[in-house]
């Protein structure tokens, strides 16, 4: 069975500042779709980021990116110059083809100002 | 374009009561997920609805079911409320299965308590 691991439950980070959040998965499918997606207070989950397997170059969206390594099934998400508005709790997902989303317990994210 | 409406947003139920929920996926959506979510379990799925067909389920006791509607409305409904239900349930919707289809959005929850 597929399985999604956050290691990080918490991390802070000082505004403006870089911070990369781990996520690693376990999986014996070659084609399948990982996100990121962040919950706020407000608790309605966002797309941060989406990465096809069968992709090597790493999805970037702003000051969001990521470093997917395949092989190691590992697949972090760094942000950058972060910002108060990033606080929030991020969840990282695994999909295969035709197949139910897989979400990690998720790591919380402090922006320190 | 509007969201995914989930209705309503918090509910209050007594033990062995029954709640239905409701999800509206964004227009043109065909697929409809429901998810559990508790601070110690995280997100749980619970089921998937594509085109009025359940297409995956979850380790969810019979208590939970849920079905949608040729217009891709969704309802989950929880029978004889245990304690342990009370959760944040959210509602996803995707453009279908596979493909670039994939990525999902969600609503903004409905918040049960059960006292």
């Known amino acids: 069975a597929q399985t999604v691991t956050q290691s990080q439950p918490e991390m802070s980070v000082q505004e403006a500042e870089t911070v990369t959040l781990s996520c690693t998965y376990d999986?014996?499918?070659?084609?399948?779709?990982l996100f990121w997606y962040k919950q706020p207070p407000s608790r309605q989950m966002i797309l941060v980021i989406r990465?096809?397997?069968?992709?090597?170059q790493n999805a970037t969206e702003n000051r969001f990116s990521v470093n997917f390594q395949k092989a190691a099934k590992s697949f972090s998400l760094k942000i950058s110059d972060s910002q108060l508005g990033d606080a929030a709790m991020y969840f990282c997902?695994?999909?295969?083809?035709?197949?139910?989303?897989?979400f990690g317990k998720g790591t919380r994210l402090h922006i320190l100002p | 374009k509007a969201g995914v409406t989930q209705t309503p947003r918090y509910l209050i139920k007594t033990r062995g009561q029954q709640v239905t929920l409701s999800c509206s996926p964004i227009?043109?959506?065909?697929?409809v997920s429901w998810y559990q979510q508790t601070p110690g379990q995280g997100l749980q799925f619970l089921f998937e609805?594509?085109?009025?067909?359940?297409?995956n389920k979850g380790n969810f006791p019979g208590r939970f079911s849920g079905r949608q509607f040729s217009n891709s409305r969704s309802e989950m409904n929880v029978s004889t409320l245990e304690l342990g239900d009370s959760a944040l349930y959210l509602c996803?919707?995707?453009?279908?299965?596979?493909?670039?289809?994939?990525?999902?959005?969600f609503g903004q929850g409905t918040r049960l308590t059960v006292v």
């Open positions: 990465q096809e397997a069968y992709k090597q």
């Open positions: 227009s043109g959506h065909r697929s």
């Open positions: 999986t014996s499918e070659s084609d399948y779709y």
């Open positions: 996803a919707s995707s453009l279908g299965q596979g493909g670039s289809n994939t990525e999902a959005f």
């Open positions: 609805y594509f085109s009025e067909t359940q297409r």
């Open positions: 997902a695994y999909r295969s083809v035709g197949d139910k989303i897989i």
